[in-house]
C-alpha cells in the first residue's frame, strides 16, 4: 500500500463538516429540477468557485435554496456520509446544521431532523459510519434568534443531536454575541464548540473557552499569534477542528500548503484533528485533506495516527464507544 492509500484508508473520525456544505453537485442539479429552483447555471460544479468566505457563503445559500423537504434533507444526510466512508473511510461524524437558516428555517424543526436522522440510520446500516448533530448559530442572527434556536433544540430532545456551533462569517460577530445562547445550551446539557480564530484575533479562542464554555474549536489558526494562548491550549488539550482545503482556500494560500497554518499547530503541540469542512463544495473529501496535508507538512506515520486518534478521542460520544474505535 502506498502511503498515499494508508492516508486514505486509515480510520477517520471528522467533528467538523457542515451538512449544508455536503451536497453533491449532481445531486444539487436534481433537487433543483424537482422543486423547481432556477439555477445560474446547469453545471453545479462550476458555481462551486471563490476566493473568499462571503463567496462560499453565498453560494452554500444558493445549493441550499434547492432543498424543500424532509426527505431531500435525508437524502443529503446519507449521501454525504457514503461519500465520507467510500473516499477515506469515515466512521464517525459530528455534523452541523443550521436551523433558523433555510432551509429549515421554512420546516418544522422537528420534521427537519426527523429527515435527517432517517438519513444518518440509513447511512449507518449500509456503510457503518455513525453521526451525530450539532444544531449551529449562524453568526448574523440576533442574539435573541440564536436563544430561541437553543431553546427549540432542549423542547425537542434528540439522542442525535447532542451539541450547539456557532458558524458564518466570523469578523463582524465576535462570540461575545452569543453568551447567552451557550449558557442556555450548557444548562440544557448540550455540548459546545465553536468556529473561531479562522479570520480574528486570537482572543476569540480564549473567548470561546472562557465565556462561551468551549469544548472545541472550529479551525482556531489565528492563536498562534498568541503564544500564552498557546500554551494554555497546549496544557488543557483543547481539540482544534482544522479544515486545509476549506481555509486554504477562504483565507491562506490555495495553491501551496506547505505554509498553511495547521502545520505549525502540529509542530506546537496543539491537539489537531482534520477535517472537510464543505467537502464537495470546496472540491475535496476526507481522505484527500488527509493526502494534501500529510505531503505538504511531511507528516509521516505516528503524526497521522495521532492527529485520526486526537479525533477519537475528541468525539462527543461515550468513553466506551470511543475505546472501541481507538
Ligand atoms: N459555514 C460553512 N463552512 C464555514 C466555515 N469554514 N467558516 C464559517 N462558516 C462556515
Ligand atoms: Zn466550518
Not at 103 to 125: H, K, Q, T, W
Request: aromatic share 6%.
Amino acid at each position: 500500500m502506498t502511503f498515499e492509500e494508508y492516508l486514505r484508508r486509515i480510520p477517520k473520525v471528522e467533528l467538523h463538516c457542515h451538512m449544508m456544505g455536503s451536497i453533491r453537485p449532481e445531486t444539487v442539479a436534481e433537487l433543483a429540477r424537482k422543486n423547481g429552483v432556477a439555477l445560474p447555471s446547469a453545471d453545479v460544479a462550476s458555481l462551486y468557485r471563490y476566493n473568499s468566505i462571503d463567496g462560499f457563503l453565498a453560494a452554500a445559500i444558493l445549493t441550499a435554496s434547492t432543498v424543500r423537504d424532509p426527505a431531500d434533507l435525508s437524502r443529503i444526510a446519507y449521501e454525504s456520509l457514503a461519500d465520507g466512508a467510500r473516499l477515506g473511510n469515515l466512521r464517525h461524524r459530528e455534523m452541523s446544521f443550521n436551523p433558523t437558516l433555510p432551509p429549515f428555517a421554512g420546516m418544522s424543526y422537528a420534521a427537519a431532523v426527523d429527515g435527517i436522522v432517517d438519513g444518518l440510520r440509513a447511512a449507518e446500516v449500509d456503510f457503518g459510519v455513525s453521526c451525530r448533530l450539532i444544531a449551529a448559530i449562524h453568526r448574523g442572527d440576533t442574539p435573541a434568534v440564536a436563544c430561541a434556536m437553543v431553546e427549540q433544540v432542549l423542547a425537542h430532545p434528540r439522542d442525535e443531536v447532542i451539541g450547539i456551533g456557532l458558524d458564518g462569517a466570523e469578523a463582524p460577530d465576535p462570540p461575545e454575541k452569543f453568551a447567552d445562547a451557550y449558557r442556555l445550551a450548557a444548562r440544557g446539557g448540550l455540548r459546545r464548540t465553536a468556529h473561531a480564530c479562522e479570520d480574528a484575533p486570537a482572543r476569540n479562542v480564549a473567548t470561546c473557552l472562557d465565556l462561551l464554555g468551549c469544548e472545541r474549536i472550529d479551525h482556531g489558526y489565528l492563536v498562534l499569534g498568541d503564544e500564552a494562548l498557546v500554551e494554555r491550549c497546549r496544557e488543557q488539550g483543547v481539540c482544534f477542528t482544522v479544515c486545509p482545503t476549506a481555509s486554504a482556500v477562504c483565507y491562506f494560500d490555495a495553491d501551496d500548503f506547505t505554509a498553511h497554518p495547521i502545520r505549525a499547530m502540529v509542530d506546537r503541540g496543539l491537539t489537531v484533528t482534520l477535517n472537510s469542512d464543505d467537502p464537495p463544495m470546496f472540491h475535496t473529501d476526507i481522505g484527500e485533506e488527509y493526502v494534501r496535508m500529510a505531503q505538504a507538512a511531511g507528516w509521516g506515520l505516528e503524526t497521522v495516527r495521532e492527529l485520526s486518534l486526537n479525533g477519537v478521542e475528541a468525539a462527543w460520544l461515550p468513553a466506551d464507544e470511543r475505546r472501541r474505535m481507538r
